[in-house]
């Protein structure tokens, strides 16, 4: 049976942008409906409007909110909708030196990428248990993998969804539950302009990223990195380097 069914609810949050946009018009293609969930409601209906005017068979439904607040308020309105699927994609970043970033930053980072990403994982895991099926795709990043100097909070944060979603990839399959996380590399979204620092050039397409992970979640697979060099980097940390080649590698660099 396919990950996907048409007829099925999404719910992606930060879907007003970057990845999350991207996520909604390729779900949107293969017939399933959508709930977007993201802070500027004039970027939201920009999409649905996208989506509507191509596909006019299924229901898109946005709801504003800024996951920094307090999550129960936006579970309590989600409940009105048949969540079959969730993609935890909202979150940001600050590029500087942690000891002058804004706290308030920091902690508002932390509500995002862990606290809201946790508890709305934690509410549709026991949906999807009592129906029998559905998954969550938990975006990361190859931030996650190393340690990253003026990155150490964001990094932190991606570290925490990378070993949450594996156990729950563990824990949930035998309910016929798939979890899966996703940990892109540079992407070209609008994160950089949030977080504090200047595009590069050198960024894969939020479509291809979207594309990939895709096909990656209908074989549930429990994580997907984009790209040959973020694959690579990644099998360079967990295989081959021990904690002290770490230190010393970062001491070169930084």
């Avoid at 800024?66 to 009105?80: C, P, T």
């Avoid at 291809?208 to 096909?215: C, I, Q, R, Y």
């Avoid at 990195?225 to 295989?239: A, D, H, M, T, W």
Wanted: aromatic share 12%; proline share 3%; glycine share 8%.
């Amino acid at each position: 049976m396919p990950r996907f069914q048409k007829g099925e609810w999404v719910l992606i949050t930060g879907g007003s942008s970057g990845i999350g946009e991207e996520f909604a018009y390729k779900i949107a293609e293969m017939g399933l409906n959508l709930v977007l969930v993201g802070r500027s409601e004039q970027r939201l209906e920009s999409v649905k409007r996208k989506i509507e005017n191509v596909n006019k068979n299924i229901r898109v439904e946005t709801l504003s909110f800024d996951l920094s607040n307090d999550i129960e308020d936006l579970i309590k309105k989600l409940d009105n909708y048949p969540i079959d699927h969730l993609i935890n994609n909202a979150g940001f970043g600050w590029y500087g030196e942690f000891v002058n970033g804004n706290k308030e930053i920091y902690k508002n980072m932390i509500s995002v990428n862990i606290k809201a990403l946790t508890i709305l994982s934690y509410h549709f895991s026991k949906k999807f248990i009592e129906k029998g099926k559905g998954g969550i795709i938990n975006v990361a990043s190859v931030a996650g993998f190393f340690p990253i100097p003026h990155f150490a909070v964001y990094g932190a944060t991606k570290a925490y969804v990378y070993s949450l979603s594996y156990a729950l990839w563990a824990e949930l399959k035998k309910h016929n539950v798939h979890v899966m996380c996703l940990a892109p590399g540079k992407t070209k979204t609008r994160f950089f302009e949030r977080a504090n620092m200047q595009n590069s050039d050198k960024t894969m397409s939020a479509k291809k990223v979207v594309e990939g992970a895709l096909k990656a979640y209908s074989k549930n697979k429990p994580l997907y990195i984009p790209g040959f060099s973020n694959k690579l980097s990644y099998l360079l940390v967990r295989k081959i380097f021990s904690d002290k080649s770490i230190s010393k590698l970062l001491e070169k660099i930084f």
